[in-house]
């Protein structure tokens, strides 16, 4: 009887276990996060672009230049929603803080509705008694709620938009991320809205094509899509210059990297706005700050032709930082 009562139990377990896919259900509840909080960046950017052109028609130029580069700001990561409102509320119009107040509010609503589905399958999971399946949900789970872990197109959407490259500035090389043939320099960060290049070069020199090389990094090339837009917008800001340091927009086919935009004389923890625009058989890529257009390319894009940023760095010890948004 006990044998008999054991057997039926473990059907009952094993049948519980397959009752809920929870890595489907967490996957489904990280892909619906990412929309439905792009849609709330949207709805926010929109009421924010409104205000610019309101304050560029009423002859406030100054003004409108600020939220412009706070809208930078605010994608790059480098001021929250709650401190702009907290900073800025004296200075805002009943409207502005009401589209602010809409967001922090969509968003929090984003947040709360994937908790509940790290909750959901972290109790199914002890519900049958798998413990440590249980233990990594609630450990991913406490790095989201302190901010350490944030969901990403990267991790969760198929195809991906952006795929890294090993980058050598001699010879012109831009290779796959796992190619041992270039040095594994400088680590890249995928965050909700874009990327971040940085870090301290370790390798001195390498030989590669039997001449000895320095100048490595990494780059990201951004994935278009086969149909619709082939516009990509965001925004730039470079964290660290060193004299042997290089920025830049680049094109690679196959694994022949071509600079196109060097980044190299713009300012340090300053905000630019940068579009790449796919038109036939040619990339078009501007920088723009405050507005204006301050730098531009033209440069062939032919078939399997990518288009990407990088950052790169000669001697060892120097560092590198390149933070990307992407709208």
């Given at each position: ?26 996957l489904?509840?990280k ?66 803080l ?23 399958v ?37 195809p ?101 935009l ?16 796919a ?49």
């Amino acid at each position: 009887m006990a044998r008999k009562f054991a057997a039926v139990l473990a059907v009952f377990w094993a049948s519980c276990a397959l009752a809920l896919d929870r890595p489907a259900v967490l996957l489904a509840a990280k892909v619906d996060y990412l929309k439905q909080a792009a849609a709330a960046r949207t709805e926010y950017l929109t009421a924010l672009d409104a205000e610019i052109a309101r304050l560029e028609s009423d002859g406030n130029p100054d003004r409108a230049a600020e939220l412009r580069t706070h809208r930078g700001e605010w994608l790059l990561g480098d001021i929250t929603a709650e401190d702009f409102r907290q900073f800025e509320k004296d200075a805002l119009g009943p409207e502005h803080l009401q589209s602010i107040d809409a967001y922090i509010a969509a968003y929090a609503g984003c947040r709360s509705t994937l908790e509940a589905a790290f909750q959901t399958v972290i109790d199914d999971a002890k519900f049958i008694r798998l413990n440590e399946e249980a233990a990594e949900f609630e450990l991913e789970l406490n790095s989201f709620r302190d901010g350490s872990y944030i969901p990403t197109p990267v991790e969760v959407i198929r195809p991906r938009p952006y795929e890294v490259r090993r980058i050598a500035t001699e010879p012109s090389l831009a290779m796959p991320a796992a190619a041992a043939k270039l040095p594994d320099e400088l680590f890249v960060e995928f965050r909700e809205q874009g990327f971040v290049i940085s870090g301290t070069k370790r390798t001195d020199t390498a030989t590669i094509d039997g001449k000895t090389r320095s100048h490595f990094g990494k780059g990201v090339v951004f994935i278009l899509k086969q149909e619709g837009t082939k516009k990509l917008h965001g925004y730039f800001m470079i964290g660290a210059l060193d004299d042997d340091g290089a920025y830049s927009f680049f094109t690679a086919n196959k694994t022949k990297l071509t600079p196109i935009l060097s980044l190299d004389d713009l300012e340090l923890d300053t905000v630019y706005e940068w579009t790449i625009d796919a038109v036939r058989d040619e990339f078009r890529v501007e920088v723009r700050q405050n507005g204006e257009v301050i730098k531009s390319t033209r440069a062939f894009g032919g078939t399997g032709a990518v288009c990407g940023l990088f950052a790169t760095l000669k001697h060892v010890d120097t560092e590198s930082r390149l933070v990307v948004a992407v709208e």
